[in-house]
């Protein structure tokens, strides 16, 4: 079983910063991706940004050049680094973790935080 921390949501202004962290405890061998997903009210879970094992990543057009996804195997962390912030930004954002196939593919989510953008 892996469980997956966030931590980091706030209220911002229009063009601040967040960062986001996800810190992921259990049995957490074999983790391949980890990312980052967001639901804002009346739409669907969007994919944010996702980190595979060997540190490719890849980002929705809406937030390229504005977030970075990191990752830190030792701590077993992924980071959203959220930069020049948009009201459209605002949703519940949910770490995801997803175990290497051919050890089950078994995926996990956080509980979500709140990260809210004012104009």
């Known amino acids: 079983q892996v469980q997956l921390v966030e931590s980091g949501g706030g209220l911002v202004q229009a063009g601040g910063s967040l960062r986001l962290s996800c810190a992921a405890s259990g049995i957490i061998l074999n983790i391949n991706t980890m990312g980052w997903y967001r639901q804002a009210p009346g739409k669907q879970r969007e994919l944010v940004a996702d980190i595979d094992s060997g540190s490719i990543t890849n980002y929705a057009d809406s937030v390229k050049g504005r977030f970075t996804i990191s990752r830190d195997n030792v701590k077993n962390t992924v980071y959203l680094q959220m930069n020049s912030l948009k009201p459209e930004d605002t949703a519940v954002y949910y770490c995801?973790?997803?175990?290497?196939?051919?050890?089950?593919?078994?995926?996990?989510w956080g509980q979500g935080t709140q990260v809210t953008v004012s104009s």
């Open positions: 995801n973790a997803v175990r290497s196939r051919r050890y089950g593919g078994s995926t996990y």
